[in-house]
């Protein structure tokens, strides 16, 4: 089958070389840049959006919303966003108000502010991996070092392993993503706490999949009272079905948000944003239940892959991370062929699937079982790999 197309052309991401001539800053030279694939398929399942589109109700909303702004457009918009906060602080609970919370153009843009204030030359920031790569490289796009501690055999941290890792190398800010990004778990507060009490700079618990996590899996947010150097990031791009506004937001002492102040571009969220993030909030129940629907998806797609014999993560997040296989992207491959689009992440050997819609779950499914079956003979389940150990 040929490949299929891309739904941007000039989507960044596609691994592109920069050109030589350009008087590039020198530690960027060679590095690639972050993409998933955006590739036209019929089901895709590698970017852990909330497949349920909004309802008619919530698109009016939106769209009274950006008409209500759209009469004061040639002015700028609130540059501190103190409606929106304010919503997202009801809407988080935990007694925050809206000096406590920060929103910017997804949480990326959080975290690059966050390293912005926080990192920057001759600082560093840990982070346990296998995680979201885009600790990472906002990391190193903003003069950071990164030091890549390492995860136990079952994906999740030691208290003790995890203190010794802060306590060799001092970082600046530490990163735990809890539910994790790949591999799918929710961190105990025991774990947080500790790193909260060992770390010298700041800790930035990142919970973009939080509502996704199973019962009694705990928040950060319980414990910014103690912890004045806690952050907890959040995003409206996965439970709220609200990839596309590009809505991130954190919540910390109100002296970590006036240190942001210090970065954050004036202006940097728009009136548009502002509008539509908060139509959203207000018809919070809508995506919410749609939350319901996929971890109930994702339960279902862990004892199915669990029965065809293959190793899953336990997954608190809206995705599971499945294998091990010899050739991991061979069965992406053969996926893809098949009109089912996974992602390549986690450690080698190993595929990330998003909880879809229960077509989608039929189609990866039926996709997957040939492929195991017959189609790929190398998709036998092999050992686990050997954990990596903490590098700078
Ligand atoms: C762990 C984690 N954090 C943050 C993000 C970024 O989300 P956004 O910038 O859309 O808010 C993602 C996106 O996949 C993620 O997996």
């Not at 988080?92 to 912005?116: C, T």
Request: neutral net charge; charged residues 20%.
């Amino acid at each position: 089958m040929s490949r299929p197309a891309s739904r941007s052309q000039r989507s960044a991401g596609e691994g592109g070389q920069i050109a030589q001539w350009l008087p590039l800053r020198p530690d960027l030279a060679g590095r690639a840049a972050y993409g998933a694939p955006q590739l036209d398929v019929p089901v895709r399942l590698n970017t852990n959006e909330n497949p349920y589109p909004p309802s008619p109700e919530l698109i009016r909303a939106i769209a009274d919303a950006v008409t209500g702004v759209a009469g004061a457009l040639n002015r700028y918009p609130d540059r501190d966003a103190v409606a929106l906060r304010t919503d997202l602080a009801a809407y988080l609970g935990h007694g925050l108000g809206w000096r406590q919370v920060w929103a910017a153009n997804g949480s990326n843009e959080v975290i690059q502010q966050l390293l912005q204030a926080f990192g920057g030359p001759g600082r560093t920031a840990i982070g346990f991996e296998p995680s979201y790569g885009m600790h990472p490289l906002i990391a190193r796009a903003t003069a950071t070092g990164w030091v890549s501690g390492a995860r136990e055999t079952d994906f999740g941290l030691d208290p003790g392993r995890t203190v010794r890792a802060i306590d060799d190398h001092r970082p600046d800010l530490v990163f735990l993503t809890s539910p994790n990004n790949p591999t799918g778990g929710a961190l105990p507060l025991a774990v947080i706490e500790a790193v909260c009490d060992a770390a010298p700079g700041m800790v930035v618990v990142d919970e973009a999949y939080a509502e996704f996590a199973r019962d009694g899996a705990p928040t950060a947010l319980a414990l910014l009272p103690r912890h004045p150097r806690l952050v907890v990031t959040r995003t409206m791009s996965k439970a709220f079905a609200l990839a596309g506004a590009r809505v991130g937001y954190l919540a910390a002492d109100p002296a970590v948000i006036e240190a942001l102040l210090l970065v954050r571009l004036p202006y940097h969220l728009s009136a548009l944003t502002q509008a539509v993030a908060r139509a959203a909030l207000a018809h919070a129940a809508e995506p919410l239940a749609t939350v319901q629907a996929l971890r109930a998806e994702r339960d279902r797609l862990v004892s199915w892959l669990r029965g065809r014999g293959l190793a899953v993560a336990d997954s608190d997040a809206n995705f599971v991370l499945f294998g091990e296989f010899g050739d991991a992207h061979a069965i992406w491959r053969a996926l893809l062929e098949r009109g089912v689009l996974v992602r390549e992440a986690g450690p080698p050997g190993w595929l990330r699937v998003s909880a879809g819609t229960p077509a989608e779950m039929d189609a990866f499914r039926g996709a997957l079982l040939p492929v195991l079956d017959a189609a790929c003979p190398q998709a036998r389940p092999v050992g686990r790999p050997a954990r990596t150990e903490a590098r700078p």
